[in-house]
């Protein structure tokens, strides 16, 4: 319902402006601002929810957190603006402008660390492909690329990782830290098939009274069951 309250906001916009996407960077961003006003925050909170209430970089938790969110732009809107309202264009990322402030630049991550960079041809879009496939959990918290790509899919890996600095310094760290918790976990459950079963389930599915995940870093963890 929110979505189709955004889309159609969009469409009156659209509508009163000659029925054309903005063309320019500054066009983008005022368009941006005009069209979601109010209702940004609800349209966000449908973003999250599509995502099961995880980051679509990096998959933290979004709820109940430090830091913030915001919705991102995959394709960056400064230098695609004709895709500035097109949905496959957009996903929930963790951190605001404002966080930024309290993160070394080497520290950040996601979108507040990709800003305008962005190559077509190399990034791997998290709503066009499977992580999963491209990319290695470590258990020190650090990603890298599968050993099994083509040096060409090798090469789309670590460059969505670079970009995305999916191994900050902070995020190796929360994702180590996790990767720890839930290996003790499974350690202690080896002996009780059932109970690890149902613990796999706890971790890597969605809440079914919420939609959401209760703990981050999904591809991580799946790694550790097989």
Do not use: M
């Not at 679509?56 to 991102?72: A, F, R």
Request: contains cysteine.
């Amino acid at each position: 319902a929110l979505l189709k309250k955004f889309l159609n906001r969009v469409q009156y916009y659209l509508t009163t402006t000659d029925a054309t996407p903005p063309t320019s960077r500054q066009a983008a961003k005022d368009a941006w601002k005009n069209v979601l006003g109010s209702q940004k925050r609800d349209y966000k909170n449908e973003i999250i929810g599509e995502h099961n209430g995880l980051c679509g970089y990096t998959e933290l938790k979004l709820e109940g957190e430090s830091y913030g969110s915001h919705i991102e732009h995959i394709k960056p809107r400064s230098r695609y603006p004709h895709l500035t309202f097109n949905c496959k264009n957009l996903i929930i990322n963790a951190l605001t402008g404002e966080d930024e402030q309290y993160y070394a630049r080497n520290d950040l991550f996601g979108g507040c660390y990709k800003g305008d960079n962005y190559d077509e041809s190399l990034f791997l879009s998290c709503i066009e492909v499977d992580g999963n496939e491209y990319f290695n959990y470590l258990i020190n918290g650090e990603v890298e690329p599968k050993s099994s790509l083509t040096s060409i899919d090798r090469g789309k890996a670590w460059y969505t990782i670079t970009t995305l600095n999916l191994n900050s310094p902070v995020l190796v760290q929360k994702r180590r830290n996790h990767i720890d918790s839930v290996s003790s976990d499974i350690d202690e459950l080896l002996d009780d098939p059932c109970s690890l079963e149902r613990y796999k389930r706890q971790v890597t599915e969605p809440n079914a009274r919420t939609g959401y995940y209760d703990f981050p870093f999904i591809s991580a963890t799946l790694s550790l069951f097989q």
